[in-house]
């Protein structure tokens, strides 16, 4: 059996719905080793561990003071046994997602090097090193969704344009997340059931000088649909540049190390709507400022529109953006 993180997750519950007779409450993630099976298993605080066997006379060497999870020798005794593990504890309950995934790949690990349980262990670890010390962060439900968003539209232009890869440029931090010649589109995402308001960064994510800007907009419904790694998969088929996609991914925050935990997350687009971003269109921009206004010293300009707002409705287009911006219509 496939132990990824909704095993584990089961596995968990079950441990934590035994009657506490001892220190630890155990499940079997039916993964054996040359001395006994890998146990997920609840602490009587209530903490989530991952326990690996190993000999008792191995020396293992401990680190109690990480800031994500823990690792130390544990003994497990009772009346007709006597177990030493590998205690892999998670030390801060809000990565417990990012706690999860990881077990599930040293489960995975040393499911397929079973007689070097530890080292597969300390491996991975290792690989996870830069996640487990707080030097990056993984990205937020709302990063997520608005990640989902641009996939979204980057996989339906790749059904036209294989090469389509090349002109999704938010990851790169430009003003609007695809560019081609004198075209831009920008992409809004919410989760709202209700909202129809955007958030707007800068004076130039609306601006689209002299060329034409489209803004789509889409609502996604949590909980029903795909995740981003599902569309990430899709688009890897399909694309003529794999490298140069997951490149953008990279600088969108998204690494494959973290699938597990974003697998979590799923979305179904539910309402879409495309504008005319111009003249008389609901934004900020250097070329509207009056007078004597400067944005000199100025920075960090975000700003909400509403799309329901007359000005908004106004510029609303009955075209699909992405038809409009790789000209096919």
């Given amino acids: 059996m496939t132990v990824d993180v909704a095993r584990l997750e089961e596995l968990w519950s079950a441990a934590g719905a035994k009657p506490p007779v001892s220190l630890f409450r155990t499940a079997d993630c039916d993964v054996a080793t040359p001395h006994g099976p890998i146990l997920a298993a609840i602490r009587d605080t209530g903490a989530r561990y991952l326990l690996v066997p190993i000999d008792a006379k191995h020396t293992l060497k401990e680190d109690v003071d990480g800031r994500a999870v823990t690792l130390r020798r544990q003994i497990l005794e009772d009346a007709t046994s006597y177990n030493v593990y590998a205690a892999l504890a998670l030390a801060d309950d809000r990565l417990r997602d990012l706690f999860t995934a990881l077990c599930a790949e040293v489960v995975e690990r040393i499911a397929a090097k079973p007689n070097q349980a530890v080292a597969a262990l300390r491996q991975t670890l290792a690989d996870w090193r830069s996640l487990l010390s ?41 003003e609007q997340d695809f ?7 920008e992409v809004k995402s919410t989760t709202s059931l209700e909202s129809h308001t955007v958030r707007i960064h800068g004076l130039g994510q609306l601006d689209g000088g002299s060329g034409r800007l489209l803004l789509t907009w889409v609502r996604l419904r949590c909980g029903r649909g795909r995740s981003v790694p599902d569309l990430v ?20 925050g998204y690494l494959e190390t973290e699938r597990e935990i974003y697998s979590r997350r799923v979305f179904e687009v539910i309402e879409r709507r495309a504008f005319e971003v ?6 900020v921009i250097v070329a509207g400022l009056a007078g004597d206004a400067t944005v000199a010293g100025l920075d960090n300009i975000d700003y909400d529109v509403d799309l329901e707002s007359a000005p908004a409705t106004a510029a609303r287009v009955d075209v699909d953006p992405i038809e409009a911006f790789l000209e096919l219509a």
Avoid: C, N, Y
Wanted: no cysteine; glycine share 10%; net charge negative.
């Fill in 179 to 185: 560019h081609r010649a004198d075209m831009a589109l």
């Fill in 278 to 283: 111009g003249p008389g269109f609901p934004r």
């Fill in 233 to 252: 998969d899709e688009i890897l088929t399909v694309t003529d540049d794999q490298a140069a996609f997951l490149a953008a991914l990279v600088q969108a």
């Fill in 134 to 174: 707080g030097s990056r962060r993984t990205l937020s439900p709302s990063e997520l969704a608005g990640l989902f968003g641009e996939l979204t539209v980057l996989r339906a232009m790749l059904e036209h344009d294989p090469g389509a890869v090349a002109f999704w440029t938010g990851p790169t931090k430009s």
